[in-house]
């Protein structure tokens, strides 16, 4: 019997010793209070709450685990260096050899930098490009999320004009306006920060159109400016490669986080010989950014993509759940939007600006052992096979079922509204 007494436990006594009770992407606050802020344990596909409840994850930590939690290849990998040795003075041996496969793996890499979070590797990314040539201007998709700097944080608390004066926005999408925003800083763009595909909250998700990806790439050769994809949500999930490889383009600089690990914390910054030069100006660094057992996991993350068949699978999976989904929204007199990638699809409802019939289903789902995600994209792993995939559909027929009989007294959120109104 599903219950969130202990839940509601720990996210009061949280609420006394951290802001909010929770601070950044994974804060439950703007969710349906039902869903679980803490978690006791995952394996697989699935995840259990604090409460001991179990739930098929199709959030995946909001990306890292590409194959699984805990999947045994890479688990074996990282416990073997932690063996030998972590965080130490300097980097393992094995910096070198991750390095290399990055180099081997991702077509436009001459060069890889490791951290640890998204955002540094797009802020080192930015700073790369603004050294390259001695620039400050960075072209940035309006609306776009590139991570939690000041620089590009979404919310505004706490930023100030000046950490923003050198950010130019352009239209994502749209080749003219980055056109526009070339000519009207000629000679002063230093960069230009793309998505591989758009993939923000509470919006349809969608790929970019060929003209523009060229146009991105032709505008930057024509004036020495360093073309960026941002491949940190969507890296190895779209392909083997650069999210932008099978498009035929190859960026200046890439930047790598949340799946190259599985779940463990590291991000890289990969760039070309163009930028190698700027790459060695730079002063960057990070206490723990040289860890070992990252690194090991990593290498052994780069060695399943290259040998299994996870894309193919994670894709497979992806297609099943949005038919199987479809199928049943309308059956039971629902429409869905599902929209981006099946293999990170984004699932709204039709005719729901305010979010509430999407809140009522997912609390739905997640009583019935299911963890979707309301206005985020989802993430397949290779953990979900067509036996997860079933016991899926099953309990989301049941929610749609429960949803006809509760939609019509369904409230909006009221800190997401306050958040919209913004």
């Known amino acids: 019997m599903w219950s969130n007494t202990k839940g509601r436990e720990l996210k009061e006594r949280a609420l006394r010793v951290i802001p909010n009770g929770m601070y950044g992407h994974e804060s439950t606050r703007l969710l349906p209070e039902e869903f679980p802020q803490f978690f006791s344990q995952a394996e697989g596909a699935k995840i259990w709450d604090a409460d001991g409840n179990s739930y098929v994850d199709f959030v995946c930590a909001y990306g890292p685990n590409l194959f699984g939690h805990g999947y045994a290849p890479i688990e074996e990998a990282a416990r073997r260096q932690q063996m030998l040795g972590d965080t130490m003075t300097g980097p393992s041996e094995i910096m070198v050899d991750l390095a290399e496969a990055f180099v081997s793996q991702v077509a436009h890499a001459d060069w890889a930098m490791f951290c640890k979070n998204g955002t540094d590797a797009t802020t080192m990314a930015m700073t790369v490009a603004r050294a390259h040539r001695n620039r400050k201007i960075i072209l940035y998709a309006?609306?776009?999320y590139h991570g939690a700097a000041p620089w590009c944080t979404p919310r505004p608390a706490g930023i100030i004009p000046e950490d923003r004066a050198a950010i130019v926005y352009y239209e994502y999408n749209d080749p003219e306006s980055l056109a526009d925003a070339f000519k009207q800083y000629d000679g002063q763009v230093a960069g230009v920060f793309a998505t591989p595909i758009r993939h923000e909250v509470f919006i349809d998700n969608f790929e970019p159109d060929l003209k523009y990806v060229q146009t991105a790439r032709r505008l930057c050769d024509e004036n020495d400016a360093l073309l960026?994809?941002?491949?940190?949500?969507?890296?190895?999930?779209?392909?083997?490669?650069?999210?932008?490889?099978?498009?035929?383009?190859?960026?200046?600089?890439?930047?790598?986080?949340k799946a190259i690990a599985n779940g463990y914390p590291i991000s890289a910054l990969l760039g070309s010989d163009k930028a190698r030069a700027a790459a060695q100006e730079i002063f960057v660094t990070g206490s723990f950014w040289f860890s070992a057992t990252p690194m090991a996991a990593a290498i052994e993350t780069l060695h399943q993509i290259r040998t299994t068949d996870y894309l193919e699978k994670t894709k497979e999976a992806g297609a099943a759940l949005r038919a199987g989904l479809d199928q049943q929204a309308a059956a039971h007199g629902f429409q869905l939007r599902q929209t981006g990638p099946a293999e990170m699809p984004q699932i709204?409802?039709?005719?729901?600006?305010?979010?509430r019939i999407g809140y009522a289903w997912s609390v739905e789902c997640l009583k019935r052992g299911v963890y979707l995600h309301p206005y985020h994209n989802q993430f397949m792993s290779l953990a979900h096979d067509e036996r997860i995939i079933a016991e899926t559909l099953a309990a989301t027929d049941l929610a749609f079922e429960a949803l006809k009989g509760t939609v019509g007294s369904a409230e909006p959120n009221p800190n997401l509204m306050k958040l919209l109104a913004h």
Do not use: N
């Not at 994809?229 to 986080?257: H, K, M, Q, Y």
């Not at 409802?349 to 305010?354: I, L």
């Open 142 to 144: 309006k609306g776009t």
């Open 228 to 257: 960026i994809v941002d491949d940190v949500r969507a890296g190895f999930r779209l392909a083997r490669g650069c999210s932008w490889e099978p498009l035929g383009v190859l960026p200046d600089l890439a930047c790598f986080g």
């Open 348 to 355: 709204l409802f039709a005719e729901d600006p305010d979010f």
